[in-house]
């Protein structure tokens, strides 16, 4: 069990989504007040998290790592939400991976025992933080992708106190991508680079194939990952326990066909999948690419989240204004999906035909065919698209059961 | 002076920016401290407000509005930062604007005495309790563009406890455009609505002219918001006070021009502007289309934002990866501008030919010229495009002098 929060930040903070204008009351009270979610307890707009479709979803994720015998450290950059953290912990995952230097203190400070950043750490400061850390229990690893960042590693660490050396995965990229090596040649050496550096140690290859299009390409890039580790080994830069890591929440299913199995022999070989996006599924881009639908008798995911928001306005045939923006809804991979009405009597209909055409900071634009009536005062329950850019806008997020009682509610560290 | 924020969240919470990985610090303690922004205490990436070019811009826009006769009310919701709303008070502004229900409780918390909501206000919950702050000296305006939406305050209001009227403006809006009534002749009928409606006072017109295209177009709008109101006054639907407003940041002048002067007999007209942006200004959008590009002797505005980022890696000729993302800078109106190249050494340069071409969540990618070599490690300063989806993506800001000491802490309210 983890810190649900790092300062027990209460609701008097007027937190958008919640309506608390009297006295502070603690998240965790409120969670207890039991109040229904169209009670007058929230304001519009709010993100809502579905608990039920959250359990189901860790479920699965953790079922089909078992299966594949896969250790699983679920991208907690997704929802940086401790609550949730516990949850995937609880189920069995074998770290919480981050993508910046915070995040990782944030994971430290909640109490994470073991997390892996995804990214490199060049940055100084929070180097020799970590390395004092390590001898205190705590477990990092991190990448590293040239010998510069190497050299830049060793010397910020050079003059340190503490034993443990800082443990590092070489990260393996793809021309036209994001980070790491181009080549196996150059991934050869940094860590030769990594091997001739004191308290920097090589715990084995990452790779990101999220940014790659198709099929195709994920396996070719996912079989020069293991080509570069038996590389690694076979030049004696890998110790008996290695680390290969790869996978979002695109492609896990070709990650389990070309990293399972044993094909690193004389090592004690831990396949890692990061997947973040799965938790909460999506109506978007995660609904289309989800690996769930090409693979078949493993499971399914549900999309978690919803936002709720009030038409304010009907001034033209055939348009709605919804108090909901870009600062509320993500719109980087797709606009939200209206998928319910709820009219003033409480009454629920379909929303089929409305779309979203456009967002304002605090304005969305509601395209209505003529058939559909959309009144001043309606809320409308939208789907998103792309869970990242969801969390990062809310800072508190209350739990719903599937009648839409607040049983919990979630704090995020962004 | 306003509360500067609403709980004392201290830096223990390990808000990105800050590097506190120690006990709790407050955030006063954290100012007091004097840290230099290159001296360990914030971490990659941070956005930076400049202090004095805030100072300068809410001078500026001051003196301009003093200039024209104007009242100001500047938008809260870019920034929904306190401490700069207590200095655009102390500069003079009339009141503070906001965008939707809870902006208003957030403002109404930290005691900003008087508030424009400038948008439709139809849940219940807030209306009932807007009722009751009026009799303990909040002063509050919003918007009604519908019959529906007057019948439905006129409703939650019915069986209100409290005295005073709710006090709205009647929003005109254009064919094409956001909310606000498509005609005149629509905007007196929702006029004489309230008029026949208890509890809610009309005391005025609005209007939105950011989203026109050009400035022929917000002159015919903004004449027809004069027309609206005169038609008003004419039918007795307005009292002896009037309020008309309109005026984002990008087209101030022709509201100058078109609103300002003695243009309603009978009355006492004033005439409210709403600029928010102007506040820190950017280097995208806002330069652009800044009124002060075309006015002459009217001052100009500075830059304030910027966001500090490190290169983590170079893995191409001419890419480098920047840890900054779409969580950390706007990308909706204009991705961030390189402006400087800060070494390891400490040397700084300036950045030309740089380019930022795409944001991951987490991660930049950098165009970088062959003639010039960016290393991992470096820093990067980027201004950016649009402030209000810059503020809400950071809950602490560190505000800086020119020489980069850090003396004052911004916490926003999202």
């Not at 933080?129 to 010397?155: N, Q, R, T």
């Not at 393996?172 to 004191?198: I, M, N």
């Not at 999309?303 to 055939?318: D, F, H, R, Y």
């Amino acid at each position: 069990m983890l810190r649900d929060q790092l300062d027990a930040p209460a609701l008097d903070w007027r937190a958008k989504g919640f309506w608390q204008p009297g006295p502070a009351v603690s998240s965790a009270d409120f969670a207890a007040a039991g109040h229904h979610l169209f009670g007058g307890a929230v304001s519009w707009p709010v993100l809502v998290a579905r608990s039920a479709a959250i359990t189901h979803n860790i479920d699965t994720m953790a079922a089909f790592c078992a299966r594949h015998g896969f250790s699983f450290a679920p991208h907690g950059k997704t929802t940086m939400a401790p609550a949730l953290f516990t949850a995937q912990l609880a189920a069995g995952a074998w770290a919480v991976t981050v993508a910046t230097a915070n995040q990782l203190l944030a994971c430290r400070a909640l109490g994470v025992p073991r997390v892996l950043l995804a990214n490199q750490l060049l940055d100084p400061v929070p180097l020799r933080w970590l390395a004092g850390e390590l001898d205190h229990g705590f477990e990092a690893l991190f990448y590293v992708d040239s010998v510069a960042g190497v050299e830049a590693i060793g010397a910020a660490l050079a003059d340190q106190p503490g034993t443990r050396p800082v443990r590092v995965l070489a990260e393996l990229g793809h021309p036209g991508g994001r980070t790491g090596c181009r080549t196996v040649d150059e991934l050869v050496e940094v860590a030769e680079a990594v091997a001739a550096t004191a308290r920097v140690r090589l715990d084995g290859v990452s790779g990101y194939e999220g940014g790659l299009p198709d099929s195709a390409a994920v396996t070719a890039y996912l079989g020069r990952i293991r080509e570069a580790t038996v590389r690694l080994a076979d030049r004696g830069l890998l110790a008996a326990e290695v680390v290969v890591s790869a996978g979002g929440s695109a492609w896990f299913d070709i990650v389990a066909d070309q990293l399972g199995g044993a094909w690193l022999p004389g090592h004690d070989l831990r396949v890692v999948l990061r997947s973040g996006a799965y938790i909460t599924h999506d109506h978007g881009y995660y609904a289309e690419h989800t690996p769930f639908r090409r693979v078949r008798n493993e499971g399914s995911l549900e999309q978690a989240l919803e936002i709720w928001a009030q038409v304010t306005s009907t001034p033209e045939p055939g348009l709605a204004i919804v108090g909901m923006g870009k600062r509320d809804a993500p719109y980087d991979e797709g606009l939200p999906v209206p998928l319910r009405i709820r009219r003033a009597s409480g009454a629920v209909e379909g929303a089929d035909g409305l779309s979203v055409t456009r967002l304002n900071d605090q304005h969305a634009y509601l395209r209505v065919p003529p058939e559909v009536e959309v009144r001043p005062g309606d809320l409308l329950c939208f789907g998103i698209s792309h869970p990242c850019t969801a969390f990062d806008k809310w800072r508190t997020i209350p739990m719903v059961d599937d009648g839409y009682t607040i049983v919990d509610v979630l704090h995020t560290y962004f």
